[in-house]
């Protein structure tokens, strides 16, 4: 159920809502039954407690039931026995709608969710889940501080009693056996790759450049730990420049395909957004604790970010560390910590004016800092160039996803039913999604003998382009440095991978 449509009728009701994990606390005990000691008689008392109260509550009197003198909480004091008393674990967690549950124009509402015993702990933000459980309302404080006080409005809140993660790592999400036997059919299999490529966005016509790129940035290379404890990252960093097109909706895409996926627009987003804010949080007493970006967000997933080119300087920057050491370093209010953000970024950008000039070099187009976008393993410039051949072509395959798309809403209007399957030979999202979830899990390829040779030999011949044309001239730009060279050792792991292949070849 969406967060917005709870009501009064909810209430006390067990329930399933759904959303997006915002915040979490820290793990803290909660007395579930409170030990008491009368001061008149020294008896102990056992009284239970509400799961949802902001306070313990005394009992009302002493209990002849359990031993005590029966005098009223009037007449008596109580002291409380932490050491007696039975405690479990408590977190507490704001969980948000989901964006795609919103009416047109409305903000996301947010409901307090309490964990208590085996469930805490388990969940993180940016997780999509659904809590399964019970709506109470609590009362909420009015008047002065230190009044007894109520007003007539409660607070709701949500006590759970299971949890389901909608969203997994790539090394998270379970294979079945069947699904196991499906997937290794295609091992060694030479039309698995375009396969894959024809099942990335089938709506998006044409763009076969980008999408063979971003499918192997989906499988990745190889993560690698170094004897001296440094770490190579496997992940796979593409940056899209081009006249305007298809960039937007190939990025929501694959922002769906990839578990734990985030979209953001570079038009709305700041350095704090991608990577950490500092913020007061009333979860834990209105101390300063970090809410994670979006970069901290994807962690094990992916990040699409459109609109890079409409980003501040000072906001790109926030992003070197996280796209190379695959971390955020954070020192802000007094809070000194490094959150991991591994996770490759998909980016997509326009030129300087819109549209690439005719005439100029694409690269003195771009506006982005050479800093950064050496940290790109692929920059993939589209340009909108006319072609009779391929013009028909595009043409036709637009022309026919809409005349199939008016033919399903017709048939629904109707009321009858009109298959809306995907193509011939194309994989399910879910599927797609497995796939290379497995070839993540089990496939870790080596390159052999001959890509070796191969791209040491592309390497220092592209090297040897920036020699001195004479003494004294100033050498040319270098057209490949060492960062280029592990990202061909990327592409050519996620080749093998796409391949389940456990050797890299040529």
Same mark, same amino acid.
């Given at each position: 159920?969406?967060?917005?449509?709870?009501?009064?009728?909810?209430?006390?009701?067990?329930?399933?809502?759904?959303?997006?994990?915002?915040?979490?606390?820290?793990?803290?005990?909660?007395?579930?039954?409170?030990?008491?000691?009368?001061?008149?008689?020294?008896?102990?008392?056992?009284?239970?407690?509400?799961?949802?109260?902001?306070?313990?509550?005394?009992?009302?009197?002493?209990?002849?039931?359990?031993?005590?003198?029966?005098?009223?909480?009037?007449?008596?004091?109580?002291?409380?026995?932490?050491?007696?008393?039975?405690?479990?674990?408590?977190?507490?967690?704001?969980?948000?709608?989901?964006?795609?549950?919103?009416?047109?124009?409305?903000?996301?509402?947010?409901?307090?969710?309490?964990?208590?015993?085996?469930?805490?702990?388990?969940?993180?933000?940016?997780?999509?889940?659904?809590?399964?459980?019970?709506?109470?309302?609590?009362?909420?404080?009015?008047?002065?501080?230190?009044?007894?006080?109520?007003?007539?409005?409660?607070?709701?809140?949500?006590?759970?009693?299971?949890?389901?993660?909608?969203?997994?790592?790539?090394?998270?999400?379970?294979?079945?056996?069947?699904?196991?036997?499906?997937?290794?059919?295609?091992?060694?299999?030479?039309?698995?790759?375009?396969?894959?490529?024809?099942?990335?966005?089938?709506?998006?016509?044409?763009?076969?450049?980008?999408?063979?790129?971003?499918?192997?940035?989906?499988?990745?290379?190889?993560?690698?730990?170094?004897?001296?404890?440094?770490?190579?990252?496997?992940?796979?960093?593409?940056?899209?420049?081009?006249?305007?097109?298809?960039?937007?909706?190939?990025?929501?895409?694959?922002?769906?395909?990839?578990?734990?996926?985030?979209?953001?627009?570079?038009?709305?987003?700041?350095?704090?957004?991608?990577?950490?804010?500092? /913020?007061?949080?009333?979860? *834990? #007493?209105?101390?300063?604790? &970090?809410? @994670?970006?979006?970069? =901290? %967000? +994807?962690?094990?997933?992916?990040?699409?970010?459109?609109?890079?080119?409409?980003?501040?300087?000072?906001?790109?920057?926030?992003?070197?560390?996280?796209?190379?050491?695959?971390? /955020?370093?954070?020192?802000? *209010? #007094?809070?000194?910590?490094? &959150?991991? @953000?591994?996770?490759? =970024? %998909? +980016?997509?950008?326009?030129?300087?004016?819109?549209?690439?000039?005719?005439?100029?070099?694409?690269?003195?187009?771009?506006?982005?800092?050479?800093?950064?976008?050496?940290?790109?393993?692929?920059?993939?410039?589209?340009?909108?160039?006319?072609?009779?051949?391929?013009?028909?072509?595009?043409?036709?395959?637009?022309?026919?996803?809409?005349?199939?798309?008016?033919?399903?809403?017709?048939?629904?209007?109707?009321?009858?039913?009109?298959?809306?399957?995907?193509?011939?030979?194309?994989?399910?999202?879910?599927?797609?999604?497995?796939?290379?979830?497995?070839?993540?899990?089990?496939?870790?390829?080596?390159?052999?003998?001959?890509?070796?040779?191969?791209?040491?030999?592309?390497?220092?011949?592209?090297?040897?382009?920036?020699?001195?044309?004479?003494?004294?001239?100033?050498?040319?730009?270098?057209?490949?440095?060492?960062?280029?060279?592990?990202?061909?050792?990327?592409?050519?792991?996620?080749?093998?991978?796409?391949?389940?292949?456990?050797?890299?070849?040529?």
């Amino acid at each position: 159920m969406a967060i917005h449509r709870l009501r009064q009728n909810h209430l006390r009701r067990l329930l399933s809502v759904d959303g997006i994990v915002r915040r979490v606390s820290q793990v803290l005990p909660q007395i579930t039954e409170a030990v008491y000691e009368c001061s008149a008689c020294h008896t102990h008392l056992r009284w239970p407690q509400e799961e949802t109260s902001p306070v313990v509550e005394a009992p009302p009197g002493c209990d002849e039931d359990q031993g005590g003198c029966g005098k009223p909480a009037g007449r008596v004091r109580f002291r409380l026995l932490e050491d007696e008393s039975r405690t479990v674990d408590y977190q507490r967690l704001e969980l948000q709608e989901n964006p795609e549950t919103l009416r047109g124009g409305a903000h996301p509402e947010g409901l307090t969710v309490i964990l208590l015993d085996d469930l805490v702990g388990q969940i993180v933000p940016g997780t999509r889940m659904v809590a399964n459980g019970v709506l109470k309302g609590v009362p909420r404080p009015a008047g002065s501080r230190g009044s007894n006080a109520t007003s007539n409005v409660f607070d709701t809140v949500f006590l759970a009693n299971s949890l389901e993660r909608l969203d997994r790592e790539y090394l998270e999400i379970e294979i079945s056996e069947e699904e196991r036997k499906a997937i290794e059919a295609y091992r060694g299999d030479p039309s698995v790759f375009p396969r894959i490529v024809a099942s990335l966005a089938p709506s998006v016509a044409g763009m076969e450049p980008e999408k063979q790129a971003i499918a192997l940035q989906l499988f990745g290379g190889v993560h690698k730990d170094l004897p001296d404890g440094m770490r190579v990252r496997g992940d796979v960093h593409i940056l899209m420049v081009g006249d305007p097109g298809s960039k937007s909706q190939l990025l929501r895409y694959v922002a769906e395909t990839a578990p734990r996926g985030v979209y953001t627009s570079g038009k709305g987003a700041t350095a704090a957004g991608l990577t950490a804010a500092a /913020v007061r949080d009333d979860f *834990a #007493g209105g101390r300063w604790v &970090l809410e @994670a970006g979006a970069m =901290v %967000l +994807a962690d094990g997933g992916m990040l699409c970010i459109d609109e890079m080119d409409k980003m501040s300087e000072g906001d790109r920057a926030s992003m070197h560390e996280a796209m190379e050491q695959q971390t /955020v370093s954070v020192a802000k *209010a #007094g809070i000194t910590v490094t &959150l991991r @953000a591994r996770c490759p =970024v %998909l +980016a997509a950008a326009n030129p300087k004016l819109g549209r690439f000039t005719p005439g100029e070099e694409p690269q003195r187009e771009l506006n982005l800092p050479p800093t950064l976008l050496s940290r790109f393993d692929l920059i993939l410039i589209i340009l909108d160039v006319p072609d009779a051949e391929r013009d028909q072509h595009l043409a036709e395959a637009i022309l026919a996803q809409h005349q199939r798309a008016e033919g399903r809403e017709a048939s629904r209007h109707r009321g009858t039913s009109l298959a809306s399957g995907l193509g011939s030979g194309l994989f399910s999202q879910d599927f797609l999604r497995k796939y290379v979830a497995y070839a993540k899990q089990r496939v870790f390829p080596t390159m052999d003998q001959e890509a070796y040779e191969r791209l040491k030999e592309y390497y220092t011949g592209m090297r040897r382009l920036a020699v001195r044309q004479s003494e004294g001239e100033a050498a040319r730009p270098i057209p490949v440095t060492p960062r280029q060279l592990e990202a061909l050792i990327r592409l050519t792991e996620a080749s093998a991978r796409s391949r389940l292949s456990a050797m890299a070849t040529r």
